[in-house]
């Protein structure tokens, strides 16, 4: 990629992609405006969705963003880029890993970089060609920068011409060499990691390229979860040199949790330690968050608090609303941090571990260190034990409050028909009778895991009791509306409804006004704002959403990164998705 130094904007956006952040690579060359008017911007944002493996999305931005008749070498490997990534995704036949082949060659050609060149060599390879493959990768060993190469690309380069030519041993040498040299960062891992990939899968001596794929696998990604406990010099020092032996042993690079006093604190200061990325993700309101879950270990912890949170790549809220003393809305948040991390470690192409420094004793709950490890084991986790013997964990809670009225966790749908306004009069009984009555039959279709309906206008809402039964009904809504014709309904535009998701706590009772069970709460007026900004025929899930998927479906369902949206009526800045059903359950 292109060094580019613009703008303090630039450099940021370079230095997420750089560590494998795509979501704030993508949001930073997003802000202002920035796609199109800036070519380095809008190179970033098509490649951070590309590394994302949306790749449709990507072709889209590139075209929008006029990177599609840009001349340099650069704008033009992306181009083929995509090419690859479509063929990949469709299949991988000859022919389009040849198309994508081809364009890297025109780049070649006119820039004369070894770049494109490497990459016409290996789509040249995966498609058959090994005269073709054997060539390209020759012209890539003859460039200066490949041939005494004085970065990582360069090495890489020459590691990946090398393998293609059969020199599997001089290969694995010029990977070691290359993480030695600068430019040895974690994005640029993973785009050489994926490379060696495809050559392992579609050559026969694929096995031989196995430790070049173990030496570029990135750092592993961790969530972390423990006790709270009273600050201790002595036992925290033996503690700090467990957890650095856990962050070593499992090469963790990357965590994600929140920021409690005690466990949390410790472990975050020991991922910054080792140059970590760090990732926070808090429950609620970060003010309540303080009050309830740092303070009362001791106001020694605050400072701690503050010091690693100034230091964190990211930060994160699975609701902005407040802390209402409920113990499940820890356990949500601590759910979505399960999922974030999971979300990483796809991108990256690294495996996510949960990191947990916990007493060992079963409990039944909805919160705690207990039912964090039984979360991430059931959703297929592997969890890394620290025993908590020794610490001082003497809390004295002082709840001021009372507990709240009932309570749960929720999945909720909204939709509405955006051309509802055109339909003349005399069609709206037809709309009835065809639109709603479409979305009526698949809700129903769904009823076992559907706690709640309501409709009102063109405008639907349903209640789930898991995100999965939600995604489900979504993406069938938007397939069946696919079936009517606009011209039933005098329309001239496709007769598919916006449908946004959400995944969060709220209230459940009786509605005084109707006498029936209700749901209401915060989330809920969160997922109705998200819906009014999700375009005809997608559905937008809202991160948490995204977070649970990742969690309990991740081979049923992609999510699409489509940046930080400012939702209507001061609901602030939110993370949305655009949700797609997985081709094959691939990745």
Known sequence: MRAWTQSSLVERARAAIERGDLLSAYDLARQEGALGASTELSYIAVLAMARMGETEQAMRLYQQSGLSTADDVDSQSLGARLLKDQ?????????????????YAEAHQRSQDPFPAINAAT????????????????????ASSVAIPTDYYGAATRAEALAILGREDEALESIELAL???GANVGARSTTLRQFELLAKHRSTGHRLLPIISRLTPPAVAMFSGHIFRADPKSEAALATAIDAQLDALNIGFG????AAGADILIAERLLARGSTLNLVFPFREDDFIASSVLPAGNQWLKRYYAVREQAAGISFATLADYVHDPAQFGYGATVAMGMARLRALHLGTRAVQLAIWDGKQKNGAAGTSHDV?????????????????LDRSIAYTESEEAPPDRCLKAFLFADFPGFTRISEGKLPLFWSRVMVVAGSVLASHSGALDFTNSWGDAVFAVFNTAEAAAEAGL???????SISPTELGLDRPTQMRVSLHFGPVYFGNDPITNRDAFYGTEISRAARVEALTPPGSVYASEPLAAVLANTAPDKFSATYVGKI?????FGQYPLYALRRRLNGAH
């Open 256 to 259: 994600y949790g929140a920021l």
């Open 87 to 103: 063929a990949l995704q469709n299949g991988a036949s000859n022919a389009g890993l040849k198309r994508a082949a081809e364009a």
């Open 123 to 142: 789509l040249n390879c995966l498609a058959g060609d090994q005269e073709q493959a054997s060539h390209f990768a020759q012209v890539a060993l003859a």
């Open 566 to 570: 400012d939702l209507p009526k001061g």
């Open 374 to 390: 039984d979360q991430w084991r059931s959703t297929g986790g592997t969890t890394f034990t620290i025993s908590a013997d020794g």
């Open 180 to 182: 030695s040299l600068p």
């Open 476 to 482: 069938a809504l938007q397939a069946a509306l696919l």
